[in-house]
């Protein structure tokens, strides 16, 4: 129906269809280690082949699908281009220029999230783009996850597991096995 809907111009069916899958192609974009700023293109590219193609979408109800064969698509198109440089300097993070209230917790933080993202990049491909797709907003479903990383459904749940235990090791990340087993358990 928002396909749909989508294809006949209605903007509240396409901002309802942007809303639930906007982190679908993201994910899948990002899934491919592209940058931000190319994730981003890939994403305005993705809605712009959406916009063309709508009308002839023969499974309207798989869209999320389609969308996600087209965003991987056009993500190694970008990444067969190469990437692009970017002037240093040329962004600046709104967040850095902030004073803190806590320079000690600050600093810890941002320990930690060094040390996380040293740990995430040295995970297998495979983990950092299963990881990258799961932690779309919103969080797509197995199925669309499966579809995007050509993975079956069933090994996502354990494949994601060892993961996220790779990653806590590599991190440092501290807690007992099981606390952190119950904690992170996630059903489908």
Known sequence: MLVR???????RACGRLGDRLAGLIWGSARSHGLSTADAG???QSTWL????????????????????TTARNESIRVLRRGHRDIPVG?????SVCEEASDLATRVLEEERDKSLVR??????LRCKSLLRVLTAVPVP????????????????????ARCLEHLRRCS????????????????R
């Open 141 to 160: 479903s197995y199925a669309e996850a499966s579809e995007v990383l050509e993975m079956p459904i069933g090994s996502i749940g354990p494949t994601r």
């Open 90 to 94: 040329a962004f600046q993070d709104a």
């Open 5 to 11: 809907g989508a294809a006949d111009g209605d903007d």
């Open 119 to 124: 740990a995430f990049n040295a995970l297998p």
């Open 49 to 68: 082949r959406f916009a063309e193609h709508a009308r002839g979408i023969r499974e309207p109800d798989r869209v999320g699908g389609w969308l996600a």
């Open 172 to 187: 440092g990340a501290t807690g007992s096995r099981r606390g952190r087993a119950a904690n992170d358990g996630r059903t």
């Open 41 to 43: 293109d890939v994403s």
